[in-house]
């Protein structure tokens, strides 16, 4: 059997069909085996019983030939689209879509997508059904491990949020998909972006409930297993995170050494909650590199001087001075700090460093600073004043020394007698 093609722009919302509804109806339940029971339905015009019946058919399209799949399903979406109940249809065909498609094992996701993404185009913006028809694509794009499909209609996310009217619960919801997507298919800083705004819908009186305190872990042990990520002020700031000190006491205290304490507080860390480090599943070598980098960034940004030592990197770093050069090289690929090696002087010289947490400390040390900038700059102001009145006074005795030659001159020429003179008028008179 075979019907009519149905071609849908659903960015124009356009089709270009040939047939009525009754026709096309017709056409639909033929292929689907089921005409005896919306043929009655057809002559007493009731299209939302006909459509009920012709969506929960569709079911078995998932294993009807796969050439054949998405002009049937673009017929079905055309019809359902007829009907001013049109939200009463689509999360059964969300829910038939999100199934397998036995028929096109290899296709089968693609195919469903496809569909998927033509009804939800199709929707109004502010329709509430399109948060379950992306739901629906979430799933499946799970399934498939095709993420790149989803990352630019990601940059919408808020936009639709805001249009779907969503509360924090579904909210937290759609969150939780993003992450699981985003990590299935190894997109790791994704899906932790995702878990953290996730956190944020909790509610203050939820923030020690047991959701929270899971999702809470989540994310803090992805922060602190990732090779690239060394900012832990966007997990210390959460209230949820904050909740974990009851809880959670090691991954507490483990949290707060990784933000703002170093190589030697971790080891002490370590070695007080080795057992508990091994059943957490927690990577020691990994952490143990992470807190060494972290380490030479504090160190490298409270330093007084633009200098600091190999010996000095040697001794926090807890490793050779030999192996300075090659740890000063990671934090510097990690953006930490910026600067150059001198081996001649066995210097590292700092460029720009970051703290990593700005607290009291971090207050002081930049009053300090000033402090030395301010002391520095007045003594350099001392200089320039000296050395300006200086020149004004060499200028000075300059412009006089000038001004004494001038009146000299001019009185050495007032005293001649010129040729010709008076004196030469009075013995031409005499004659």
């Given at each position: 059997?075979?019907?009519?093609?149905?071609?849908?722009?659903?960015?124009?919302?356009?089709?270009?069909?040939?047939?009525?509804?009754?026709?096309?109806?017709?056409?639909?339940?033929?292929?689907?085996?089921?005409s005896?029971?919306?043929?009655?339905?057809?002559?007493?015009?009731?299209?939302?019983?006909?459509?009920?019946?012709l969506?929960?058919?569709?079911?078995?399209?998932?294993?009807?030939?796969?050439k054949?799949?998405?002009?049937?399903?673009?017929?079905?979406?055309?019809?359902?689209m007829?009907?001013?109940?049109?939200?009463?249809?689509?999360?059964?065909?969300?829910?038939?879509?999100?199934k397998?498609?036995?028929?096109?094992?290899?296709n089968?996701?693609?195919?469903?997508?496809?569909?998927?993404?033509?009804?939800?185009?199709?929707?109004?913006?502010?329709?509430?059904?399109?948060?379950?028809?992306?739901?629906?694509?979430?799933?499946?794009?799970?399934?498939?491990?095709?993420?790149?499909?989803?990352?630019?209609?990601?940059?919408?996310?808020?936009?639709w949020?805001?249009e779907?009217?969503?509360?924090?619960?579904?909210?937290?919801?759609?969150?939780?998909?993003?992450?699981d997507v985003?990590?299935d298919a190894?997109?790791?800083?994704?899906?932790?972006?995702?878990?953290?705004k996730?956190?944020?819908?909790?509610?203050?009186?939820?923030?020690?409930?047991?959701?929270?305190?899971d999702?809470?872990?989540?994310?803090?042990?992805?922060?602190?297993?990732?090779?690239?990520?060394?900012?832990?002020?966007?997990l210390?700031?959460?209230?949820?995170?904050?909740?974990?000190?009851?809880?959670?006491?090691?991954?507490?205290?483990?949290?707060?050494?990784?933000?703002?304490?170093?190589?030697?507080?971790?080891?002490?860390?370590?070695?007080?909650?080795?057992?508990?480090?091994?059943?957490?599943?927690?990577?020691?070598?990994?952490?143990?590199?992470?807190?060494?980098?972290?380490?030479?960034?504090?160190?490298?940004?409270?330093?007084?001087?633009?200098?600091?030592?190999?010996?000095?990197?040697?001794?926090?770093?807890?490793?050779?001075v030999?192996?300075?050069?090659?740890?000063?090289?990671?934090?510097?690929?990690?953006?930490?700090?910026e600067?150059?090696?001198?081996?001649?002087?066995?210097?590292?010289?700092?460029?720009?460093?970051?703290?990593?947490?700005?607290?009291?400390?971090?207050?002081?040390?930049?009053?300090?600073?000033?402090d030395t900038?301010?002391?520095?700059?007045?003594?350099?102001?001392?200089?320039?004043?000296?050395e300006?009145?200086?020149?004004?006074?060499?200028?000075?005795?300059?412009?006089?020394?000038?001004?004494r030659?001038i009146?000299?001159?001019?009185?050495?020429?007032?005293?001649?007698?010129?040729?010709?003179?008076?004196?030469?008028?009075?013995?031409?008179?005499?004659?």
């Amino acid at each position: 059997m075979s019907f009519v093609i149905v071609h849908i722009q659903p960015i124009m919302q356009y089709c270009f069909v040939e047939g009525n509804f009754a026709d096309l109806s017709r056409d639909l339940a033929e292929y689907l085996h089921i005409s005896t029971e919306i043929e009655p339905l057809l002559e007493a015009n009731t299209k939302d019983e006909v459509l009920k019946k012709l969506v929960t058919a569709s079911a078995a399209l998932n294993t009807y030939p796969e050439k054949e799949f998405t002009a049937a399903y673009n017929l079905l979406v055309y019809l359902v689209m007829q009907s001013p109940n049109v939200n009463m249809f689509l999360p059964r065909m969300c829910e038939h879509l999100s199934k397998p498609i036995t028929s096109a094992p290899l296709n089968g996701s693609g195919l469903a997508l496809n569909v998927l993404t033509t009804i939800f185009n199709l929707l109004q913006p502010d329709n509430d059904v399109r948060w379950n028809v992306f739901s629906a694509i979430l799933r499946l794009v799970k399934n498939s491990g095709n993420f790149e499909i989803l990352r630019p209609q990601l940059k919408k996310l808020d936009q639709w949020i805001e249009e779907w009217e969503l509360d924090e619960e579904d909210q937290r919801k759609l969150y939780g998909q993003l992450a699981d997507v985003a990590e299935d298919a190894g997109e790791q800083g994704e899906s932790y972006q995702f878990i953290l705004k996730a956190l944020r819908t909790f509610p203050a009186s939820e923030v020690s409930t047991k959701e929270a305190q899971d999702l809470s872990l989540r994310a803090l042990k992805a922060a602190l297993i990732s090779s690239t990520h060394f900012d832990f002020h966007d997990l210390t700031s959460l209230p949820t995170i904050q909740a974990l000190s009851d809880s959670h006491a090691e991954y507490s205290e483990l949290l707060e050494i990784f933000s703002e304490k170093e190589l030697e507080d971790y080891t002490d860390f370590r070695d007080e909650n080795e057992d508990w480090i091994e059943t957490e599943a927690l990577d020691n070598s990994a952490l143990h590199r992470k807190m060494r980098l972290l380490t030479l960034a504090s160190i490298a940004a409270s330093t007084n001087s633009k200098e600091l030592e190999y010996k000095r990197i040697a001794k926090a770093l807890q490793v050779p001075v030999e192996d300075v050069e090659m740890w000063v090289i990671d934090v510097i690929r990690a953006q930490l700090i910026e600067g150059k090696l001198s081996q001649q002087k066995q210097v590292f010289l700092i460029h720009r460093t970051t703290y990593r947490v700005f607290g009291e400390k971090q207050w002081r040390e930049v009053a300090t600073r000033l402090d030395t900038w301010r002391s520095s700059l007045r003594a350099v102001k001392e200089v320039i004043s000296r050395e300006r009145q200086q020149a004004e006074a060499q200028k000075e005795r300059e412009l006089h020394e000038a001004e004494r030659k001038i009146a000299g001159a001019s009185g050495m020429g007032a005293g001649r007698r010129a040729p010709g003179g008076r004196d030469n008028m009075i013995e031409m008179g005499t004659d």
